[in-house]
């Protein structure tokens, strides 16, 4: 394995930086601007890509259309597709330290935990591939007035999809994989961030011959997911982001009758019930949210207790968060790195200069780490007796930020966790397994983890409310990317006789 403390010297990989792969091929924008992607931990750049242009995204377009209606692909059996998702897979665990890095230096998450979920992806692909043979492509049924009938599910057909700088690879895993299995092509609008372990995925479909024009990823601002989201050509969008984006590509989706899934934004809450240990509960808290340093849509940031426990549970996240380790993500002892952009920590810093302002107590944190002088770095914060009502309570901070939120009782906190726009995810703290299927079953959100941040992406995932439509991820994740058609026939066909 590379030294994790000079990986950070090491040259950038990329084969063709400066160009868009679309239809199969390397090929140059159509613009002259480039991208400059910054390093979160020394606010220097680090490489720069192509910038796609409206007639680029228009180029890509149109090769995943032709590649849909005019090429074998949507026709071939599900095992051929699959096998192209195992050579993905294959490409994606021969370079997960390549892909590692890049996620690391580009949005700030430690190298360790970077490789251990990258190191994860080529599994989604393979169990994709897996379903080629079991997913029930046909189903026979017996018609009133025809001799045979079958529903039989088909591509929906080009998708355009877009994913955010948080988790570009695992999160355009889940929508490529399934994508391509049932047939579709696709468009990846990659976002100008974070576009590099998108770009090696590009790299790794050229060199395993995935056919021209069914993989296509490209890069750049609003302008060109606007034009990917409006386009006629394209039948059906995937986008992870957030929920006031998320509002607008339905809008735009819904105009046209396109088929959309939204992965969205979320405020999740930790309900710890009086049976169980407040310091047990804090460390687990305090751990979840070192992961990718709080960009997480999923996070437990809002932590609900009743009001005889309230400040001892402030106490121990105060301890717990404000003890860990904050520097550079590439040191194999920081458990926080930075935040990914420099407008992103300067939100942060408001968010929490906003929870001051309305009467939140400070426990600590608050600030940028004294010890750091550049990178864009926000200390572990913990607020106590939040108002579930206030600006922290119900915005999502996308950073290192926990609020303490005071509960009468049982009752109460179940109707505090539901008491936001948001549905992703929740946890129940409790000793009390049958207390916790009850609770869960009474929380308003797409997951409920039982005494910690759970989820389980093979079962499928997303949210209630503005935290999404439809789920991706698991056998669920396959249903968005089909369209279902009756056959009716006077006979029946040779391969079901």
Known sequence: MTDVLT????????????????????????????????????????????????????????????????????????????????????????????????????????????????????????????????YPWV??????????????????????????????LSLAAYKIAPALLTGCTVVLKAPPEAPGELLILAEIADEIGLPAGVLNV??????????????????????????????????????????????????????????????????AIAQQECSLNGQVCMSLTRVIVTKARHDEMAEALGSAFGSVRVGDPFDPETQLGPLALAKQQESVLGYIQKGIAEGATLVTGGGRPAHLDRGYFVEPTVFANVDNRSTIAQEELFGPVLSVIPAENEEHAIELANGTQYGLNNAVFTNDVDRAYQVARRLRSGTVGHNGFKTDTRMGFGGFGQSGVGREGGIQGVFPYLESKTVLLDGTPSRFQ
Do not use: C
């Open 7 to 134: 990986v950070r010297e090491t040259a950038i990989s990329l084969q063709h930086p400066d160009r868009l792969y679309i239809n199969g091929q390397w090929v140059a924008p159509a613009g002259n601007e480039t991208l400059e992607v910054i390093d979160a931990t020394t606010e220097e750049a680090f490489f720069r890509v192509a910038k796609t242009t409206p007639q680029d995204m228009d180029a890509a377009i149109a090769a995943a259309r032709y590649a849909f209606d005019h090429t074998t692909w949507s026709f071939l059996e599900p095992r051929e597709r699959a096998e192209y998702l195992r050579k993905l897979a294959a490409g994606l665990r021969a370079r997960a330290e390549e892909a590692a890095t890049f996620w690391t230096r580009q949005t700030g998450p430690t190298w360790r935990m970077s490789l251990g979920s990258i190191s994860r992806v080529p599994a989604l692909f393979e169990y994709y591939a897996d379903l080629a043979d079991s």
């Open 139 to 168: 189903t026979l049924d017996t018609p009133e007035f025809a001799a045979f009938g079958a529903v039989v599910n088909e591509p929906i057909g080009v998708v355009g999809a877009i994913v955010p700088w948080n988790t570009p």
């Open 218 to 283: 490209v890069n750049g601002h609003r302008d060109v997911s606007q034009q990917l989201v409006a386009d006629p050509r394209v039948d059906k969008i995937a986008f992870t982001g957030s929920s006031a984006v998320g509002r607008h590509i339905a809008g735009v989706a819904g105009a046209r009758l396109a088929r959309y899934t939204l992965e969205l934004g979320g405020k999740s809450a930790a309900v710890i019930l009086d049976d169980y240990d407040i310091t047990t509960a804090a460390a």
